[in-house]
């Protein structure tokens, strides 16, 4: 049985930025064969859009509320939409 194809828009909050949390997503992305990016926001998030088979996304998002070792994850909001299939293999937006 095939899994659903999911796109997942997420917002990580709290001390995520400076700490490698790009790094950490790019990371955990490639080695569960998903596409999407990643980027800094201005409000001090890191946001992050994630696209493939819905259990593969929900175990990265699972590993994105723990986070790399020197960040303070207090929040990841999640959307779930609809997959488009026009993601990249995962570049990491400045």
Known sequence: ??????RAHV???GR???V???EFVRR??????????VR???DGTVECVIEGPKPDVTEVIGRLRIGPSHARVERV???????????PPFPVIA
Do not use: I, K
Request: glycine share 10%.
């Open 77 to 87: 909001d999640v959307e779930y939409q609809p997959a488009v299939g026009d993601l």
């Open 11 to 13: 917002v990580v909050r």
């Open 16 to 18: 995520v930025q400076m």
């Open 28 to 37: 955990h992305v490639q080695a569960a064969g998903l596409r999407g990016t």
């Open 1 to 6: 049985m095939e899994s659903t194809v999911v």
């Open 40 to 42: 800094n926001a201005p």
């Open 20 to 22: 490698g949390f790009r």
